[in-house]
């Protein structure tokens, strides 16, 4: 489980009709931080015997698209391990989401070599009724194909999509602890998640001068009748939301993620701090 969300604090069934239901529009959410053709990109560090080492790389593009004939947001997500990371654990991981143009989720995707396994995980999403509906395709790593449908009153996310989204939240009207529920999907289940907030800090980037003013959201899965913290965020406290700094506390050690470039913001970064 944790394994699976090494990125994220880090994205085609049936046709979508103009005319949506009350629930497709509550699953989405006014866009504010982003806009077609931004790119991300981070350097990926893991401490080793007490050391912050670099250990791969990452990077992220948003562009608008079309999906089901329908203009949507189409969003990727690269991930690549170095040799030092390959000699504790193999990553190379592909996610991809599209979204309508207000961001209710539409399809995911990973395709993602992780240790010695690769899998694949897929979602569709439709909005029947007023409902969430899923259909799921797993292929294992000894190339097993399972299929499930699942229906729900409430709406369901995937790790990409739950990203854009989270970046258009309002943090104004949030005080620290709030929780934000946030249950999100993969090919076999579904997760108990939320967002807590955290405040806000002054961050400093490694291996440059670079100062921003941030939020602080903390990813928090109940698994096993515990809380789990998997990822500590830190993202621009300006209308961008970006993500500059990602703690990860994994089953195999911690990691960080540092923002290293970006271009095609939406928003001016009113965030840095001279």
């Known amino acids: 489980m944790k394994k699976r969300l090494l990125i994220i604090a880090w994205v085609m069934l049936t046709p979508l009709t103009f005319h949506l239901s009350p629930l497709y529009a509550q699953c989405g959410i006014e866009n504010t931080a982003f806009k077609s053709g931004e790119f991300l990109g981070y350097d990926l560090y893991f401490n080793w015997k007490f050391v912050w080492v670099k250990v791969g790389t990452a990077s992220m593009s948003t562009v608008k698209s079309r999906h089901q004939g329908q203009p ?14 390959d000699n504790v654990f193999v990553m190379r991981d592909t996610l991809l989401c599209y979204t309508d143009m ?111 003013r941030c939020l602080v959201f903390s990813f928090i899965e109940r698994e096993d009748g515990e809380n789990h913290e998997l990822i500590r965020f830190y993202v621009t406290d300006d209308k961008n939301h970006l993500p500059v700094r990602l703690d990860m506390f994994l089953s195999f050690g911690s990691a960080k993620a540092y923002l290293t470039g970006f271009k095609g913001l939406r928003n001016p970064m009113e965030s840095k701090v001279d």
Do not use: Q
């Open 102 to 212: 207000d961001l209710a989720p539409l399809y995911f995707r990973k395709g993602a070599r992780e240790g010695s396994r690769y899998y694949v995980d897929e979602l569709w999403y439709s909005y029947p009724k007023g409902n969430c509906h899923l259909k799921t395709h797993a292929i294992s790593s000894s190339g097993d194909h399972s299929w499930k449908e699942m229906e729900y009153k409430d709406c369901i996310y995937d790790m990409m999509s739950i990203y854009l989204r989270a970046r258009n939240f309002d943090a104004s009207k949030l005080k620290e602890g709030d929780k934000i529920p946030l249950p999100i999907a993969d090919a076999s289940k579904i997760a108990n998640s939320w967002l807590k907030f955290g405040g806000t800090t002054t961050l400093k980037m490694k291996n440059s001068n670079d100062k921003y």
């Open 72 to 85: 949507a947001f189409r969003c990727s997500l690269i991930t690549r391990g170095n040799d030092k990371l």
